[in-house]
């Protein structure tokens, strides 16, 4: 027999019946998710306005908000009257019965339940059957409570709870609220990630939470990630705010290729309100144990101070490879700044290392802190008078390479200068004195030298332009030990100055990309002359030549320091537009180009050998900025000789951010020695680094710095993040060739060697993390790049 035509019906149905049963309830559960997560003032992103979906928002999902946020805090509750509500009341004597929808509010605090009861006598009671007890910022939620009205003592049996500003949730098997505000939670779990979203969560025999001092403290602690135990300790301590604690912090896990497997744990002790210490022991698996010291110091009349330092016992690595001599590295380290009663201003700088090689091997968070040459080491002490400026400066620095000789030591500088005030229309006198005794460890000529200067300047400023006459008369003397032909005992000079600055401003309006726009044309000339007088006997103990560019267009002075006063007689043209917008004055762009002519030779050179400078005119320098939006910049600069038709330095970098913290960078920069011999050589190099979130969980970086002329990259670097809600990994791969800052390196040399280092960051947003050498790396090699939990 055939079956009837709809006879098919009925197995549908009964899959149809199947598949509702199973969906039921995974549907049940996800809407008792959601209002469970709404009973916790938990409201999801599209239930949002736009203006509170900020980063942290939207990486988890929504936010919690607290219906009290804008309540009156002055109405304390322990001030307040208590005002009670149900549908049915009974008062037996002192007792108080309240059954069916229980409200009790006293000042900003609200408790609710289904049953109640209060001895007004005691002034305590107990609200049963889903209760949640609010305050600004907290919301306790339980099937039982007991609660004092004189205290704000609780105590909720089977509760949840949220910290609505520190975006913290949790429950317990029971949780106290003392009278202090503190939180004791017995046989619970904490966590910081979004309640419907749990990734990671501490559960602990016991959990203490002080919101006064936004500290938390768990004993028997288990960390779970993804609700699996990864990690046990028996006690620990967390912040739940910014403010600082004693205790452990996060480690640094990272390899080197230098050092292997390195691990520090830093131990942070926050002694009192305006200083603290820092220890971190730090090992190195091919070098050992390095102990790693940081102090800070605040006052209002000593300024800040930081002194720290380090030490290794002994470089295994330098042992296994056969080091003749002292193998114990240590590092030392002083920084200060004050400023006492807006007169005496102070600074130290002071660093010193036990060998040449010591960043080079044991700093792995920055590069450039690694190519260093020298070390400075640096105090001074300023007096900042009505009309004067007086100082002392003591200076030495500490060679970082074998084959650079001491740079001079100034022990001391001693400056007085007159602090005129610029006043417009007004002469204003011109005064420097400026004593300096320069030594060395080297067998170099030392001795003392007076540099003094005076004279006067008139300001002529305006609206349409300015004018600025100078004249002045520049003496310099010395008094030197030294066995030297080349050098007499006590070579003075004398160099009379005047020059003449003055520029225009032409304004017009204008439109460009349908913006109303002021563009600005400002003409400049810069005339300057000073006397040429016989400084060969000289020495150089501060002073160099300074690199050309379009600000040396209008400087007085083509040297550094005191050493030279060279001669001049010669005109600066330059020649500058702006675009600024007329809504905000926002610059949108600016270029600026100009040229010195020299009228005539000039003969004073650093070193008296060299020859006289005979160029009728400098090399045309250009600046271009242009800024489009708030998110893309473009910086040009630019040296080119119209004689050879050589273009001898140029740069230009591009910079593109975007509000979901993209940054792009490309760069590219150029040097041609102005004067090239066969040990210069032409510096070429390109720059690309970015920070691209591919979505709002990961994000992939990068950077590399390519010798053009060398044809390799001389640092690369790339790495990956995923960051949730509640916790943010990083791994960074780098990759480096040991060159030395101001040196031409040989990239053809079989023997250079290419250093490798991997680095990881864990961070659980609240709690902290381990990793921050790659946050350093990151900012140190992606400008513009910024790092935050948000």
């Not at 030594?439 to 000529?445: C, P, W």
């Not at 070429?684 to 920070?691: K, M, N, P, R, T």
């Not at 031409?744 to 290419?754: A, I, K, N, Q, V």
Request: hydrophobic share 35%.
């Amino acid at each position: 027999m055939n079956p009837p035509p709809h006879s098919p019906a009925k197995p549908r149905v009964r899959l149809l019946a199947v598949a509702l049963s199973l969906a039921l309830p995974v549907l049940a559960a996800r809407s008792a998710v959601a209002n469970d997560t709404a009973g916790l003032d938990w409201v999801p992103l599209q239930s949002l306005p736009e203006a509170l979906r900020d980063k942290q928002c939207r990486s988890c999902g929504g936010r919690y908000m607290d219906p009290l946020a804008e309540s009156d805090l002055t109405a304390t509750p322990e001030t307040s009257d208590i005002r009670a509500r149900a549908s049915e009341s009974e008062l037996v004597g002192d007792d108080v019965y309240l059954r069916g929808g229980v409200t009790v509010d006293q000042g900003y605090r609200q408790l609710r339940g289904e049953d109640g009861y209060f001895d007004r006598a005691e002034r305590e009671g107990t609200v049963s059957g889903g209760i949640t007890l609010r305050e600004p910022g907290l919301l306790l939620r339980g099937q039982e409570a007991q609660y004092s009205a004189d205290t704000g003592e609780a105590r909720i049996r089977d509760s949840e709870f949220v910290l609505h500003q520190q975006h913290v949730h949790g429950s317990a098997v029971q949780l106290r609220r003392d009278s202090n505000g503190l939180l004791f939670i017995e046989d619970g779990r904490m966590s910081f990630c979004a309640p419907d979203d749990e990734e990671w969560a501490i559960r602990a025999d016991s959990i203490k939470l002080d919101l006064e001092e936004g500290l938390g403290t768990a004993t028997g602690a288990k960390l779970d990630l993804g609700g699996f135990p990864v990690l046990y300790v028996p006690w620990v301590r967390f912040p739940l705010d910014d403010r600082r604690h004693t205790g452990l912090l996060w480690p640094d896990i990272s390899s080197d290729s230098s050092g292997g497997l390195d691990v520090a744990v830093p131990i942070y002790f926050n002694l009192a309100p305006n200083y603290d210490l820092m220890y971190t022991p730090r090992l190195i698996q091919d070098r050992g144990l390095n102990h790693e010291l940081e102090g800070r110091y605040i006052n209002r009349n000593t300024g800040f101070w930081s002194l720290g330092g380090a030490y290794m016992p002994s470089d295994d690595q330098l042992q296994n490879e056969g080091e003749q001599g002292d193998t114990n590295r240590w590092l030392a380290n002083v920084k200060h700044n004050g400023l006492f009663e807006q007169r005496w201003r102070s600074r130290v700088d002071y660093s010193k290392v036990s060998d040449v090689d010591y960043f080079k091997d044991l700093n792995t968070s920055s590069l450039d802190t690694r190519r260093k040459t020298n070390l400075l080491q640096l105090g001074s002490v300023d007096y900042l008078g009505e009309d004067w400026l007086l100082g002392v400066e003591l200076q030495q620095f500490q060679t970082l390479a074998d084959d650079i000789d001491e740079d001079y030591q100034k022990l001391p500088q001693i400056s007085a200068s007159f602090r005129g005030d610029n006043t417009p229309f007004k002469v204003d006198p011109i005064f420097l004195a400026q004593y300096s005794y320069f030594d060395s460890d080297s067998e170099s000529v030392t001795g003392q030298r007076l540099y003094m200067e005076g004279g006067a300047t008139l300001p002529l400023l305006w609206q349409y332009g300015f004018l600025k006459p100078t004249a002045k008369y520049r003496y310099l003397e010395y008094e030197l030990n030294s066995t030297e032909p080349l050098f007499s005992d006590s070579p003075s000079a004398g160099s009379g100055l005047l020059s003449l600055d003055g520029g225009l401003y032409f304004e017009r309006p204008t439109k460009l990309a349908g913006r109303n726009l002021l563009q600005t044309l400002e003409p400049r000339v810069y005339y300057l002359v000073s006397e040429y007088d016989d400084q060969s006997t000289q020495p150089d103990f501060d002073s160099a030549e300074l690199t050309f560019s379009y600000n040396q267009l209008f400087r007085e002075t083509r040297f550094s320091g005191r050493d030279r006063l060279d001669d001049a007689n010669q005109v600066s043209l330059g020649l500058t537009t702006r675009y600024i917008s007329d809504d905000d004055g926002r610059e949108y762009l600016n270029a600026s180009i100009g040229q010195i002519f020299y009228l005539r030779d000039r003969r004073v050179r650093l070193d008296p050998r060299d020859a006289v400078l005979d160029q009728s005119s400098s090399e045309m320098a250009a600046d271009v900025n242009f800024f489009p939006n708030q998110r893309l910049s473009l910086r040009n600069s630019l040296v080119w000789d119209p004689e050879s038709g050589n273009m001898n330095a140029g740069s230009l970098h591009a910079s593109y951010q975007r509000e979901d913290r993209s940054v792009f960078n490309v760069g590219y920069s150029y040097r041609r020695p102005v004067t090239l011999v066969d040990r210069d050589t032409v510096t070429e190099q390109a720059h690309l680094s970015a920070y691209y979130p591919v979505n709002e969980r990961w994000s992939v970086f990068a950077a590399l710095n390519f010798s053009i002329e060398g044809s390799t990259s001389v640092e690369d670097m790339f790495g990956i993040e995923y960051d949730s809600c509640c916790w943010r990994v990083r791994l960074l791969h780098l990759r480096y060739i040991d060159t030395v800052l101001g040196e031409d390196t040989d990239f053809s040399d079989p023997d250079l060697e290419r250093e490798y280092s991997t680095q990881v960051q864990v961070v659980l947003k609240g709690m902290g993390g381990f990793g921050n050498r790659v946050t350093d790396l990151l900012e140190n090699m992606i400008r513009g790049f910024d790092d935050r939990d948000y």
